[in-house]
């Protein structure tokens, strides 16, 4: 039993290395360290996720409860039936080794100079970071202020945790239904440039879909590009291209955490089953980590937005540019039309808004990751004299300039 207990401490030691300081942990009685670990590591029920990544979940809980007998089980099962998850089966042989001797590290057969060593190791803190600071299903995602009636889900994705989550659109308010693990770019978030391996920050949208069979092995089910680079990333010279959600290369269960050149990477089974929930036109929100509030903080800045947003409707109709203008930052550029030639436009729909006219509907609001206070706005512009149907797409990236601390609208185009 000594040593059953060995390896099931330093298997866990080890892994949560970087996420936990477990002296004061280990300092506890046997039966407080009983409590903490019971069940830790278990998923949440009401958050879909693949069989197989609540098997690993299960084994995980069950070292850590020194239940080394239902550890085995699961680890067994679960490489029988996946064996090329990689991760499970390093974590399934030291379990078969601790049975006869104690091991003093993980992967404890294992060269651990050895790169993809180190890969399995970051896989496995990355997995277990996430379930030992779980998300509050209380609380909802802050950047996803109001959703449009255009989407039925939004994708967004926490880089640092290495999680894709998928909501619903309930009335406008994101209920998260699915949590995937994923690996993203080699050289972390916020791309800049062409080949520079980082993923990027950002709202941007599926733009299409294309089965695995239409594509080399490298993106096993298939892919669902991404409108990077944005009018905002165009705006701002960033550059590169190819930035899709894409599966795993066939005899790959899972990738590490950090081994894309900048898509975002799910197992087969989650590529899937996110494509069969989303379709073209999905908003796909990329965020160095993903922030999340109170429903009573998150609504109450949705009525704020909603009530700058619904102040500027009301000064087009109010026949004095000046009231519309005022909204506008100084250094407003669409990347074809800066502050002097749009305020033109402006007035124009100002003092003619009789033949100018539109009604304003559905809007979507949503934070912009990797911008100090910056809300991308868009909505539905119905012609009030025009036949059903017959609506263009406005957007508008409002941000909160440091001076003053006023919103403006620094970016606007109509589709």
């Given amino acids: 039993m000594a040593n059953t207990f060995t390896a099931s401490r330093l298997l866990l ?16 009685a046997a039966e407080d360290k009983q ?6 590591l278990l998923p949440d029920d009401r958050i879909q996720m693949s069989s197989y990544e609540r098997l690993f979940l299960k084994g995980m809980d069950a070292i850590a409860n020194n239940d ?8 067994r099962t679960l490489t029988e039936t996946k064996p090329d998850f990689k991760l499970a089966q390093l974590i399934y042989a030291d379990l078969l080794l601790a049975q006869a001797s ?3 590290q993980f992967g404890a057969k294992v060269n651990h100079d050895d790169e993809e060593f180190q890969r399995l190791m970051n896989e496995a803190k990355a997995r277990l970071m996430h379930q030992l600071k779980p998300i509050a299903l209380d609380k909802l995602p802050a950047p996803l202020l109001r959703l449009s009636k255009r989407h039925s889900h939004v994708i967004a994705v926490d880089l640092t945790r290495s999680r894709l989550f998928l909501f619903d659109n309930r009335e406008g308010m994101p209920k998260l239904i699915a949590d995937y693990y994923i690996s993203s770019g080699k050289k972390g978030a916020e791309k800049i440039k062409q080949g520079d391996k980082r993923t990027p920050a950002g709202l941007y949208y599926v733009t299409e879909y294309i089965p695995g069979e239409k594509l080399p092995d490298l993106y096993g089910a298939g892919a669902m590009p991404i409108n990077y680079p944005n009018e905002w990333d165009r705006l701002h010279k960033r550059t590169g291209y190819g930035i899709w959600l894409h599966g795993t290369v066939s005899g790959t269960y899972s990738r590490p955490p950090r081994a894309s050149d900048g898509c975002v990477a799910l197992t087969n089974l989650d590529f899937e089953e996110l ?7 999905t908003p796909v929100l990329l965020s160095k980590r993903l922030l999340w509030i109170k429903p009573e903080a998150w609504k109450k800045q949705q009525q704020l937005f909603l009530q700058r947003l619904h102040q500027w409707y009301q000064d087009l109709q109010s026949g004095d ?15 074809r039309q800066d502050y002097e030639s749009w305020s033109k436009y402006i007035r124009n729909v100002v003092l003619n808004w009789k033949n100018s006219a539109f009604i304003l509907t559905d809007p979507s609001i949503m934070q912009y990751p990797g911008e100090q206070a910056m809300v991308v706005v868009t909505f539905t512009q119905q012609d009030p004299d025009g036949p059903p149907g017959s609506w263009r797409l406005r957007r ?5 300039q440091p001076a003053d601390g006023v919103w403006h609208i620094v970016y606007e185009d109509v589709g």
């Fill in 13 to 28: 030691l080890i892994l949560l290395t970087s996420v936990v300081v477990w002296h004061a942990t280990m300092a506890n």
């Fill in 35 to 40: 409590k903490l670990f019971k069940g830790i």
């Fill in 68 to 75: 080394m007998a239902l550890a085995l089980m699961h680890f």
């Fill in 102 to 104: 104690p091991i003093s």
């Fill in 275 to 281: 494509e069969e929930k989303t379709s073209i036109g």
């Fill in 321 to 335: 540019p000046s009231r519309a203008l005022r909204h506008y930052a100084p250094d407003f550029n669409n990347q």
């Fill in 396 to 400: 508008q990236y409002w941000k909160m």
